[in-house]
């Protein structure tokens, strides 16, 4: 066993020892990924998953290192290039992922990737031509 | 400030460019040549074309002090970087069919799953998907 493996095993039961809140975070994290277009919020995802939004909010930051909401924002945001990157129009991509606003996309859109929607599509469509 | 290079060292980057293209997937996008046979070569992931590059660095051969860090890492079993996956056993499946060697398999710990191979250029990899 290398010096990393024992590292790893030594990490894994003095961080990872409580299975029930890894399987708690784990599911969280797979029903804001299938769930991402949908109204989520933090009292939705602690009624469905059985445990209090601030441990919910505790829990998942522990061990992702972002809270939901910031989590959420990400993976629609990622939806969002990959929508973009097929030609869908910003407005379509905008509602398809989520957002309730086109201004207010834009403006995540543009502090996440620091491009706009639609630069950020011309620069893709153009990397394709 | 943007970060827009990771730099890998590699001991003979004509052997890293095949394995990190025609193995591990990515693409060439810059080969300029330096002096004395190096070359400032870079990688993209072909989902993220325009994302950062991987330069890969014959530091190793030039930087005594990179060759005996590298061989610390490589010896200790320590991935010198990581790239992520969506499905971490798919690829592992996929790389030891290419003939790819692994110091670790997939193994699942805490909200992610990991395996490390060897870039045989001097490097352990490490590949992770997030659970």
């Given at each position: 066993m290398t010096f990393y493996e024992k590292e790893l095993a030594r990490l894994n039961s003095a961080i990872y020892k409580n299975q029930r809140q890894l399987d708690a975070v784990i599911a969280v994290r797979h029903y804001i990924n299938q769930?991402?277009?949908?109204?989520?919020?933090l009292d939705l995802l602690s009624e469905t998953h059985c445990i209090s939004k601030y441990h919910l909010l505790r829990l998942f930051k522990k061990y992702y290192g972002l809270t939901p909401r910031q989590y959420l924002i990400d993976k629609r945001i990622e939806k969002a290039k990959e929508s973009l990157k097929t030609g869908k129009s910003v407005t379509e991509t905008c509602f398809a992922v989520g957002f309730e606003s086109v201004g207010s996309f834009s403006v995540l859109f543009k502090t996440k990737t620091g491009k706009s929607p639609s630069n950020f599509q011309k620069e893709q469509l153009s990397i394709r031509e | 400030m943007r970060v827009t290079i990771i730099s890998i060292p590699v001991l003979d980057q004509e052997k890293a460019l095949r394995f990190y293209t025609e193995k591990l997937g990515f693409i060439k996008k810059l080969d300029t040549p330096l002096d004395g046979g190096n070359r400032w070569l870079t990688l993209v992931s072909p989902e993220a074309q325009d994302g950062p590059e991987l330069l890969l660095e014959p530091a190793p051969l030039h930087f005594e002090p990179s060759k005996v860090f590298q061989d610390a890492l490589m010896e200790a079993g320590i991935p010198y970087t990581q790239f992520d996956v969506d499905d971490v056993q798919k690829e592992y499946n996929r790389l030891i069919e290419l003939g790819v060697e692994f110091s670790v398999k997939p193994t699942e710990m805490g909200t992610v799953k990991f395996a490390v191979l060897n870039d045989t250029c001097g490097n352990n990899i490490q590949l992770v998907q997030n659970l």
């Open positions: 769930h991402y277009p949908t109204d989520l919020n | -």
